[in-house]
């Protein structure tokens, strides 16, 4: 301890409102309640290794914020009986919320790092400011989401200043949906289905049974396509020409939902339906985009009906706009890469339709994606990471049908690289023979891949295993996933090694000075994909191959983990939050990238942020390194 008081009272009332000011969740606070803290705080100073509050203290009766230097938590290790050190607080973050909240000890012995001085509240004082700060509250019980909600606001009012305001994402289909849809029965005549329709001034009428579910849809499209081919009398029942088993969504989904499907598979109308499954009311494009601005299936349909490859390179650079939209229009950063991977997806197609309009090779075949792309999570910097799995006509052999799909994936290839997705440095593409294979070659290459864990098959399975077709049949993809995923189920040992693989991306956290930064890239940065997302995603992909977990992409692998009991609920709440700002922080730099006509980069300098964000980045890195030691204890690494 200093000579002088070991606890003095803070003279300068204003000084200290000002070093809150500058720190969240106190910059967010009325003047009124940061005064209350000032008067009441009292300065602590503790000298290096110095503990300032201990499981054996009893329950925790202060709070605290560091005002200058660092604290670490310390926790002995059950295996080795050591002190371990399992996080870093710094200058303006405060504890120990848990256990004040809990009413309990603290779990974790914290012990000064450095010559460290600490405001501190006293219970009541600290009860006071609970029940009357609305925004200090709603931190201590939330914590880093609460910061995630202000970083949320901060990205989407800056996007609104751009494109103005409109509704949300997230809004429930309910408040879209057309209420008392215009339907008829099966056997209406065309006729009487068209004048209902132009009586309303509706373009479609939904087909009910007499439950009142849709069994189908009729539009104007179809009208004109009844004319157009003399298909059928305009006296015929509709049944016989319209749209079967329409797309429905529950009356509790959400625009977003929407909006995906509706780009994804060109539908210009959706069904909402009750928990009975009965009709309850339409949305359409126009429904939802003339609310919210964000015209992702206008973009979709025209980059899907692009007629030369030129119109697709031209189109790429809309996307940058529209992720600024969807940005301010609520979506998080999950919305946002699924919202630009549906948009890569009809872009691939497109590429292969025109290709295959052009010179067919006349062999039938599945386009398979790997790695983000695979996981629905590309952002705008991509590359391309794809294979081909085909069938065999009869009469042919393997390698003659590659010499015809070859060629064809090659131009494929390269146009794909002039529409923005650049060429795979490693080669993971379809025009490399050894990703042009049967389903039967596939299985053995994972068999081969599954049972000989080299290094480079570590490496391989960051991509391979996180693969989904885009084009062609599924039911190919499908059977050979059973097959691969089965394997690694029942191999503790590959499971073992990909857990010791997910440990070799460790968060970019240096125990005493903050980042550690990237080996590579311009000094002073961190990388957000390889540093900051893949210690998720590799760790969480192991957790899912483990326990049959099909779907390939991170944040719904952790919530079907979280529904097996495999990941306790709150903590794959945080890791999911923790995911999605750094993710968000990703995309964001992506955007002031395109601005100032720089390269797409993912390597960002932590001094470039605001205090808030390198805040909640470094928390984001801590929720990683939790994520990580689970790993370790689940497999004994």
Known sequence: MANIPDRERPQNTRAIMGFLREHAPFSSMDDAHLAHFAEHAALQFYADNEVVISPDDGVAKRFYVVKQGRVRGERINDRNGEAETTFEISQGECFPL??????????????????????ILEHDAFVTLFAD????????????SSLLDQVNQRIQSGAMASIGHGSSLDTPLERYALRNPIVCS?????????ARMHDNSVGSIIVTDDHRHPVGIFTLRDLRTVVAESSASLDAPVGQVMTPNPCCLPVTADAFEAAMLMAEHHFAHLCVKDADDQLIGVVSE?????????????????????????????????????VDSMLAHGADSGQVVKFITTLNDVTVRRVLELNLHHHDPGIPFTWLTFGSEGRREQTLLTDQDNGILFQIPDGMTEDQVRERLLPFAETVNHELAECGFTWCKGNIMASNPKLCLTGDEWDDWFLRFIEASTPQNLVYSSIFLDMRAVFGPTEP????????????????????????????????????RGFRYAPDGKPHTLDLKRQGLSPFVESVRVFALAHGVETANTLERMDCLADKGVFDRKDANAWKEAYSLIQAIRMRAHQEQLQQDRALSNYIDPDDLNPLDRRILRESFRQAQRLQQKLEITYQL
């Open 286 to 322: 126009r429904d939802l985009f003339s609310l919210q601005r964000v015209d992702l299936v206008h973009l979709a349909r025209t980059i899907g009906t692009a007629t030369h490859l030129r119109t697709l390179v031209s189109l790429r650079s809309e996307v940058s706009r529209l």
């Open 477 to 512: 993809l499908d059977r050979l996933l059973d097959r691969v995923l089965g394997r690694i189920r029942a191999n503790a040992l590959f499971q073992k090694m990909l857990a010791e693989n997910a440990l070799n991306r460790r968060p970019p956290l240096n125990l005493f």
């Open 186 to 194: 099966p056997d209406t005549p065309i006729r009487k289905a068209v």
């Open 98 to 119: 848990a256990a004040l909240i809990g009413e309990r000890p603290t779990r974790t012995l914290h012990r000064a790092s450095g010559d460290t001085f600490c405001l």
């Open 133 to 144: 700060s609305d925004t200090f509250r709603d931190f201590c019980l939330r914590g880093v």
